[in-house]
């Protein structure tokens, strides 16, 4: 059944000219990075793919957070655009690795998928990795507060030596 | 959009006359026997619509090839607390298909932010998506920067689909509008919000001369009598 589907794959392949190899991608990521006045952290990459085998106009599909999605292209076809929002609270600094499938790719995860097999053995084409510096969320103490400790100390020091004193 | 195509007269015209020259006799004219033909008129016409209702509830149950359309619904939301100008406006546009059929060519474009008063900091303002299956739904964001402050209104975006892998025609639809925000200026907002460090610091270095010359009269005075412990002889503060 495996083998058919593969054959049947390669023979769609062959006939639209859509496989992709030897997929090279130029990324450039954003991410918001100040989170006091967003409510959600928009994770956004912007990338070009070129295939050794110069076939143009390929839809793909990217593993997000929210699932397998369809990528989204500027109208020329030229750019593609993954992107995705999370919350505030749950997003985490660091890597986020986006992999990327053509249609077969797709046509055999959504496969492993049904037939709850692994998704890993699904080889993607081309993997992104946007990096998240995390997010500015607020100094940790206020500066008020510091100002305010350090009156009360000095104020402390200043009194304990003179009861110091007038003892 | 479902549309009722057969029309209601004709039928009920034909029946009419062919119930009359049923019921009349030979000539076939309306008004020679206008009594059985007031009778046959009301028979057509509840014929009529009775046959009409069948075919309407046909239509609505059937699953024929012609009723298949995909169905798009998109939303437009911006997920921020304060606009300020200069700092990050995040939108996302959302994407669901409620249809039966697979989009195609799914084209998704927004004017709403012109060049001249947004520096787009992420993202692409005009997309399209190859295919969206049914159920399905796809979500794109794009990240913003205001150049101005003040009240804007975030219009709709457009949304332009093949409702099904077989028809020509583009369907032409909108987002839902967020509706009109103000945009902060942003000395504003940095004077409400900002933790303004610089400003505790001047205040620091400026009591720095009314705490030190007390301080350094009493330490002096301390270490010179420090040795006597009952000593008087120290300056209040």
Same mark, same amino acid.
Request: hydrophobic content about 45%.
């Given at each position: 059944?495996?083998?058919? /589907?593969?054959?049947?794959?390669?023979?769609?392949? /062959?006939?639209?000219? $859509?496989?992709?190899?030897?997929?090279? /991608? $130029?990324?450039v990521g954003?991410?918001?990075?100040?989170?006091?006045?967003?409510?959600?952290?928009?994770?956004?990459?912007?990338?070009?793919?070129?295939?050794?085998?110069?076939?143009?106009?390929i839809s793909l599909y990217a593993e997000t957070v929210d699932g397998? /999605?369809?990528v989204a292209r500027s109208v020329d076809g030229v750019k593609y655009q993954v992107s995705w929002v999370e919350d505030v609270a749950t997003a985490s600094s660091g890597e986020r690795p986006i992999k990327l499938y053509d249609e077969q790719g797709y046509a055999s995860l959504r496969k492993a998928q049904r037939g709850s097999e692994d998704t890993s053995s699904v080889q993607a084409i081309a993997t992104i990795n946007l990096y998240h510096p995390g997010a500015y969320r607020g100094p940790w103490v206020q500066s008020e507060t510091m100002a305010i400790l350090a009156a009360i100390f000095i104020y402390y020091y200043a009194l304990t030596q003179k009861t110091r004193l007038m003892a | 959009e479902y549309s009722i195509s057969n029309h209601t007269e004709e039928p009920s015209c034909q029946l009419t006359t062919v119930l009359c020259v049923v019921l009349g006799g030979t000539t076939g004219r309306?008004?020679?026997?206008?009594?059985?033909?007031?009778?046959?008129?009301?028979?057509?016409k509840m014929l009529c619509y009775l046959i009409l209702a069948l075919a309407f509830v046909g239509g609505v149950f059937s699953e024929g090839e012609g009723e298949e359309r995909a169905r798009l619904l998109?939303? *437009?939301?911006?997920?921020?607390?304060?606009?300020v100008e200069g700092r990050d406006i995040v939108v996302q546009y959302s994407v669901h298909n409620v249809g039966q059929a697979a989009a195609i060519n799914v084209q998704l474009t927004d004017a709403g932010f012109s060049t001249e008063d947004f520096d787009i900091a992420g993202g692409q303002l005009q997309v399209k998506f190859d295919r969206i299956a049914p159920n399905a739904n796809v979500s794109h964001t794009v990240v913003v920067k205001p150049k101005k402050y003040g009240y804007f209104n975030f219009t709709a975006a457009e949304v332009s689909y093949q409702p099904s892998e077989e028809s020509a025609e583009i369907q032409i639809g909108y987002t839902s509008e967020p509706g009109e925000g103000g945009i902060i200026a942003f000395r504003d907002y940095d004077r409400k919000f900002s933790p303004h460090v610089f400003d505790w610091m001047i205040f620091a270095l400026l009591m720095i001369p009314a705490l030190l010359v007390p301080f350094l009269m009493w330490y002096?005075?301390?270490? *010179?009598?420090?040795?006597?412990?009952?000593?008087? *002889?120290g300056k209040s503060d």
């Open positions: 059944m495996n083998c058919l /589907v593969l054959v049947l794959a390669a023979l769609v392949a /062959v006939v639209t000219g $859509e496989t992709c190899t030897g997929a090279q /991608v $130029e990324a954003f991410t918001s990075q100040d989170a006091t006045i967003v409510t959600k952290i928009a994770y956004i990459a912007d990338f070009t793919l070129s295939c050794s085998n110069g076939a143009k106009d397998i /999605v369809g | 309306l008004h020679t026997h206008s009594v059985s033909c007031g009778a046959a008129l009301l028979l057509s998109a939303a *437009k939301r911006v997920h921020n607390l304060y606009l002096n005075i301390k270490s *010179k009598y420090a040795t006597v412990p009952r000593s008087k *002889k």
